[in-house]
């Protein structure tokens, strides 16, 4: 039988609109220098999901879509079920650019609980072998397509997966029956299942490195039980440690690679919920139990930086609630007007940038129809209904303006069919940075400072910058192609050390921040990181110097432009038009996308 931590049992509406639980346990800024300024970039801040259309596409072959990641910013994949017990068998399906393929069925499975990836194109999917347990299973995807699944002994189920970062090893966790167990997967290959002393079940897995990863849990199905965080390093698990006043764990979000928050709930010793708990992880080790008493439990929570995260939870007295977390203390929970519900390892809340998270859900009753609930600057605003939907369990974001929410149709006939959502979080700029060419930065609205270069003797002026997708970092580059790194920006590569045609006169980061493309002023483009080379106008007599570049929003191709308004377009970019064919009083100097 399906087992589930405090908060994060599989909520199901059936035929009547009502409330059934399928399981048989449920456990309980300031400008640093003064030069020509070269350059900017703005900073994508507030916004709210696309309010007035939401519309869910069916996912054909499937019943019920239970979980789903996305690996770039243009493929995502979701797992569930097709069929209903005992004959259900479990499907993958790939999505593009926010619409579903086929479902593919996997034989040998009764559901696919949840999905992660190592890269764009291999992830990994856990489940049991049948619809109410049974065995658990691994099943390797490669490019959206499901291979075969691999039985894991002595497991009853595996509900929950993350991978680690840069690596092809991801861990599963689940349980068989009595114990918590851990299975390492690597390069799809499941490995035999580490059971866990002192544990019950295992909740949502979290890695913060290429060899660190920790789950939440609970230690006991009997009353009273206590939340437990365990440690798993390399894929072997460590010593669970019980956190007092916690009935269970069931979520967690690691903002940093030292700092995670775990969400559950505080119970009496009959089971009873008696309020949220909130539990600051810091390198492994978790702090006090924080305890939101006007909460019954917290069961998801998604961070926006390394102090701040978004929890989602019930509310005595039936109903719901968005909870800001800051520095670890619960603040004042905010009811949200839909019933959130999720599926084991699932993501209610998902925050695709510094500034805006997404809920989803349904409305609940007899004519239930999913929902979205936009928070922004952790306020909630209010719950948009998703046509064609009658129930949302999960929500990943690709990027920082998109989010996909998956779950299933309205039940018709004791049927219904997955669904998927498209969501659009629309950013307007908060703020911008200005970067001048000694590498002094100046910041405006409620861009932050980060750093600059303003101090540092410079081989060769400034020209350009990027910010990363959240909006908490940047980097700066020279005319030398030499890289500087600020906040979270990460080091991909430059061009310092090459000996260029051309100087380089601009930059545009990829969709992640996994990379970034420079581009000199003879049109020619250097790729760093995970930015893929779509064509340069480096072969090209240019009637003037290139001065700039801008990405699209997939990074699927860029726009590159000359000092004369000329256009150049490359990948999926499209010529909107240009100020080639004008008189200009004085040069163009750069380019931004919309």
């Known amino acids: 039988m399906k087992r589930f931590i405090v908060g994060r049992a599989v909520r199901n509406l059936n035929l009547n609109g009502q409330t059934t639980l399928r399981a048989a346990r449920l456990l309980s800024g300031m400008a640093l220098a003064c030069a020509t300024v070269v350059g900017s970039t703005a900073l994508m801040t507030s916004g709210t999901a696309a309010a007035s259309s939401l519309s869910a596409q069916t996912a054909s072959g499937s019943s019920d879509l239970q979980n789903v990641t996305c690996p770039s910013p243009t493929t995502c994949v979701a797992v569930g079920t097709s069929g209903t017990y005992p004959s259900a068998v479990g ?18 499975t009764g559901s696919l609980a949840d999905v992660a990836c190592t890269s ?43 991978c680690e970062p840069s690596t092809t090893m991801c861990v599963a966790t689940g349980d068989n029956g009595t114990e918590g167990a851990v299975v390492l997967v690597t ?67 690691c903002p940093t690679s030292t700092v995670c928050e775990a969400v559950g709930a505080d119970t009496n010793g009959s089971g009873g919920f008696v309020g949220g708990a909130a539990v600051t992880v810091t390198s492994g080790v978790p702090g006090s139990a924080q305890v939101l008493t ?174 990363t997708p959240d909006g908490g970092g940047y980097w700066l580059v020279a005319s030398d192609g030499g890289i500087f790194t600020y906040g979270d920006a990460v080091f991909h590569g430059s061009t310092g050390n090459i000996v260029l045609n051309k100087p380089i006169v601009g930059m545009a ?31 090209i007599h240019l009637n003037k110097p290139i001065v700039g570049m801008a990405a699209t929003p997939d990074g699927g191709g860029y726009w590159l432009v000359a000092s004369d308004g000329g256009i150049f377009t490359y990948g999926d970019a499209v010529f909107h038009g240009s100020a080639g064919g004008i008189i200009l009083n004085k040069p163009i100097v750069g380019m931004s996308a919309d």
């Not at 926010?98 to 996997?106: F, K, L, R, S």
């Not at 035999?192 to 002192?198: D, I, N, Y």
């Not at 493309?517 to 893929?532: H, K, M, N, R, Y």
């Open 187 to 253: 390069a799809g290959v499941a490995g035999a299942a580490a059971l866990v002393a002192g544990t019950a079940a295992l909740g949502q897995v979290a890695c913060t490195s290429s060899t660190f990863c920790m789950t939440v849990g609970q230690n006991t199905f009997n009353n009273p039980s206590s939340g437990l965080v365990l440690p798993i390093t390399s894929g072997v698990p460590g010593a669970a440690v019980d956190v007092a006043n916690t009935g269970g764990l069931g979520s967690i979000a």
């Open 120 to 162: 764009a194109t291999a992830c990994v999917a856990v489940g049991s072998m049948t619809d109410n347990g049974g065995e658990g299973v691994v099943v390797a995807i490669t490019g959206g397509t499901a291979g075969a699944a691999q039985d894991v002994a002595t497991t009853d189920q595996l509900l929950n997966v993350a």
């Open 91 to 108: 499907v993958v399906v790939p999505i593009t650019n926010g619409i579903p393929g086929t479902a593919q069925t996997v034989s040998g």
């Open 509 to 539: 980061a990829t969709p992640d921040g996994g990379g970034y493309w420079l581009v000199a002023s003879d049109g020619g483009i250097f790729t760093e990181g995970d930015a893929v080379f779509h064509g340069s106008a480096g072969g």
């Open 294 to 467: 006007s909460v019954n439990t917290f069961n998801s929570v998604a961070c926006t930086s390394a102090t701040s995260c978004v929890a989602t939870g019930g509310v005595f007295g039936g109903s719901t609630s968005v909870t800001v977390i800051a520095n670890g203390t619960p603040g004042t929970p905010q009811n949200a007007p839909i019933f959130l519900g999720e599926s084991p390892g699932s993501n209610i809340v998902a925050c695709p940038n510094s500034t805006n998270c997404v809920a989803v859900g349904a409305s609940g009753g007899t004519s239930s129809v999913g929902q979205v609930v936009p928070v922004t600057n952790g306020t909630a605003g209010s719950a948009e209904a998703v046509s064609g939907s009658g129930f949302l369990r999960d929500v990943a974001c690709p990027t920082t303006s998109t989010c996909v929410a998956v779950g299933n149709t309205a039940f018709t006939g004791g049927s219904s069919t997955g669904v998927v959502v498209d969501i659009s979080v629309g950013p307007s700029a908060g703020g911008y940075w200005l970067v001048a060419s000694d590498g002094g930065i100046f910041t405006y609205g409620d861009a932050v400072f980060h750093g600059s270069a303003g101090a540092i003797a410079l081989n060769k002026p400034i020209v350009g910058m990027a910010a």
